[in-house]
């Protein structure tokens, strides 16, 4: 069964940094490009990032870019979202979501979510 | 502000057909497959279809997809109170350089 776990989130002051993990079992994490979609409370779905499973090349949405950066460590199963430079703009669930294998930009699986709230 | 736009809401009686727009344009819908995701309240997004009108395995074929120029429509046939829940559609945006959702659709069960 797959199962993508995120951790990380939690209260941040504006301006302030923070790290999401993704935990990912139950499929070969190496062969899946993955992604971090975000929604802000009674909004809807954003997709933030991603990064591709054979040579790491990521993509970020405009209003994340140079400020988040996506990552991943096969060996530990784990995709990551390093947050910096905070804005009350980015509070939000982030949910981590896997590509399909051989269709891109298909996401088939979604985690459950963290949340992240930036405020003073 | 998302590029694909989609009709706040939806409704229907039970057993009804409702059908959810999605509108984009050239550089998303217009050269790239659509996906379409149902989000229950309280919980994850879940694929529901993909590649314009393929259903994952498993997936009641009361769900139904398609595609015409810069647009797409989700179809909902014989609908169910448990069918009460938010529904995006999704493309690659060549423009962007990422992956566009739609402003979403919630869909009410009369």
């Known amino acids: 069964e797959v199962q993508l776990v995120e951790s990380g989130g939690g209260l941040v002051q504006p301006g302030g940094s923070l790290s999401l993990s993704c935990a990912a079992s139950?499929?070969?994490?190496?062969?899946?490009?993955m992604h971090w979609v975000r929604q802000a409370a009674g909004k809807g779905l954003e997709w933030v990032s991603y990064?591709?499973?054979?040579?790491?090349?990521?993509y970020y949405a405009d209003s994340v870019e140079g400020r988040f950066t996506i990552s991943r460590d096969n060996a530990k199963n784990s995709l990551y979202l390093q947050m910096s430079s905070l804005r009350a703009e980015d509070t939000a669930v982030y949910y981590c979501?896997?590509?399909?294998?051989?269709?891109?930009?298909?996401?088939?699986?979604w985690g459950q979510g963290t949340l992240v709230t930036v405020s003073s | 502000q998302s590029v694909l736009t989609q009709p706040p809401s939806a409704s229907g009686t039970p057993g009804q057909r409702v059908t959810i727009s999605c509108s984009g344009s050239?550089?998303?819908?217009?050269?790239?497959?659509v996906n379409w995701y149902q989000q229950l309240p309280g919980t994850a997004p879940k694929l529901l279809i993909y590649?314009?009108?393929q259903r994952p395995s498993g997936l009641p074929n009361r769900f139904s997809g398609s595609k015409s120029g810069t647009s797409a429509s989700l179809a909902i046939s014989g609908l169910q109170s448990e069918d009460e829940a938010d529904y995006y559609c999704?493309?690659?945006?060549?423009?962007?350089?990422?992956?566009?959702f739609g402003t979403g659709t919630k869909v009410t069960v009369l």
């Open positions: 979501a896997r590509e399909a294998r051989g269709v891109d930009w298909l996401i088939d699986y």
């Open positions: 139950g499929f070969t994490f190496s062969s899946h490009s």
């Open positions: 999704a493309a690659w945006d060549a423009s962007l350089n990422g992956y566009v």
């Open positions: 590649s314009n009108n």
């Open positions: 990064i591709r499973y054979s040579d790491s090349a990521t």
């Open positions: 050239s550089s998303n819908i217009g050269s790239n497959v």
